[in-house]
């Protein structure tokens, strides 16, 4: 139905208004768990808004394989929806590495896939959704570089780790890899991984670059044949690339928000890429602190400002789709640092998304890096953020989860976006106390 001012105003609790356990992080009845999918540039389930306030704990399946270990998956998604965050992006891949979920091509350990299996269904006792991220351009857990090896095994002439986004065989190498893992039954809840919801997205690569072309035909031909591949698979799930967000070749009226030159010189490039044929949504990352400089500074705010605002504009403008911003944070390692300044690059981020949100824009979420559960410290890379040693901190993430959910709550787009007269609700989610 439709809402009136008066209604709003009234904010009891009939369908137009705010359900009774807005505040209650406890999530969603299994009957509202549908896929998400996106209209026009936001992000919906069941026709509904669903802004998204998640985080990165990239080593839930390594951490499941071991029953020693195993319970840290479960804090982890405790701890997260406690403070109401909603989405979790995590490494569906391990590339013949230790406890290697792909010990070779199309050779798998079960028990790798079976600790898998149990991150997925423990994700949804938490109402918790899932982007999965295929491989990586990096060498931890294999990645490009192990693909790469692989073929020169197998006997292939090969003479960059970019090859891996050209030659045929590793191409398919990587084909094979996406059906196995797509086409996987859960051996917990039945489900095959292509038609379970609780699966957000699929991301092709993290962080995908190819420096030896920078001009970036080479990256972008493979993200055009991979993401129509994916897709021919599981029609169902969004895709998205798992990109920086870098400004290539085909904007140069764009580089100019890049934090270096070097930037544009990775083969990567933020428009072009995500206009292809079957990526649903952006990606863009956020390192102030690694791209611009390692010392704290009030110069990190205002590139994140703009990084963000660009991005988002750049999505509603010529993309047409929303646009996710699947890590950010900031070192404790880094000189300088503190935690009033974390709060306020988090605020930082988490204002862009709101302000887009009051508007019906592309800021459609934004992803945390990294939230981990007390007793993981050996794999703090400095940017870990325990929920319990972090008060403060903790109490912005609930607060933006609050406002996220009271949006997502809304009875119907029209209601979303055609009530004009200001009301409590609000003054709650816009008040400009972050």
């Not at 350990?109 to 149990?118: C, I, T």
Request: hydrophobic share 35%.
């Amino acid at each position: 139905m439709e809402c009136g001012e008066e209604d709003l105003n009234e904010m009891g609790r009939d369908a137009c208004r705010l359900p009774p356990r807005i505040y209650d992080f406890g999530g969603v009845e299994d009957d509202a768990w549908g896929m998400v999918q996106k209209k026009g540039n936001q992000f919906v389930v069941n026709d509904q808004p669903f802004y998204v306030n998640g985080f990165n704990t990239y080593w839930l399946m390594v951490f499941a394989v071991d029953q020693s270990t195993r319970g840290k998956v479960s804090e982890v998604f405790q701890h997260a929806s406690s403070v109401g965050l909603t989405v979790c992006r995590t490494w569906a891949f391990n590339d013949g590495q230790w406890r290697a979920l792909q010990k070779s091509p199309s050779v798998y350990d079960e028990d790798v896939f079976k600790a898998l299996d149990f991150v997925v269904s423990e994700a949804k006792k938490y109402k918790i959704r899932l982007i999965l991220s295929l491989t990586n351009n990096w060498d931890e857990y294999g990645g490009k570089a192990q693909y790469v090896k692989w073929g020169k095994v197998a006997g292939l002439n090969l003479t960059s780790d970019d090859d891996f986004f050209s030659h045929p065989t590793i191409k398919n190498y990587y084909k094979a890899n996406v059906k196995a893992l797509l086409n996987r039954v859960n051996t917990i809840n039945n489900l095959t991984y292509k038609d379970d919801p609780t699966i957000f997205a699929w991301e092709l690569m993290n962080e995908p670059r190819c420096a030896s072309d920078p001009s970036g035909d080479k990256l972008q031909a493979w993200i055009e044949e991979m993401a129509v591949y994916v897709k021919s698979i599981d029609p169902k799930h969004l895709v998205e690339i798992g990109l920086e967000g870098f400004y290539g070749p085909s904007t140069p009226n764009r580089v100019q928000f890049n934090p270096d030159t070097f930037a544009q010189q990775v083969g990567t490039d933020f428009i072009r890429n995500h206009q292809v044929l079957g990526v649903d949504f952006a990606s863009v990352h956020i390192y102030a602190d690694t791209w611009i400089s390692e010392a704290i500074s009030d110069d990190h705010i205002s590139f994140v400002k703009a990084w963000m605002q660009s991005h988002i504009e750049d999505a509603e403008n010529f993309l047409g789709m929303p646009v996710m911003f699947g890590e950010f944070g900031v070192s404790t390692n880094d000189p300088g640092y503190n935690t009033s300044f974390r709060n306020t690059l988090v605020s930082t981020v988490y204002k862009a998304i709101l302000n887009s949100s009051k508007k019906g824009g592309s800021g459609g979420g934004s992803l945390l890096w990294q939230l981990f559960p007390e007793g993981t410290d050996y794999m703090d890379d400095g940017y870990a953020i325990v929920l319990s040693k972090s008060p403060s901190t903790s109490d912005i993430i609930s607060l933006q989860s609050k406002r996220l959910m009271s949006f997502n709550s809304f009875c119907s787009w029209k209601c979303h976006w055609g009530c004009k007269k200001r009301h409590p609700f609000e003054t709650f989610v816009y008040h400009d106390d972050l």
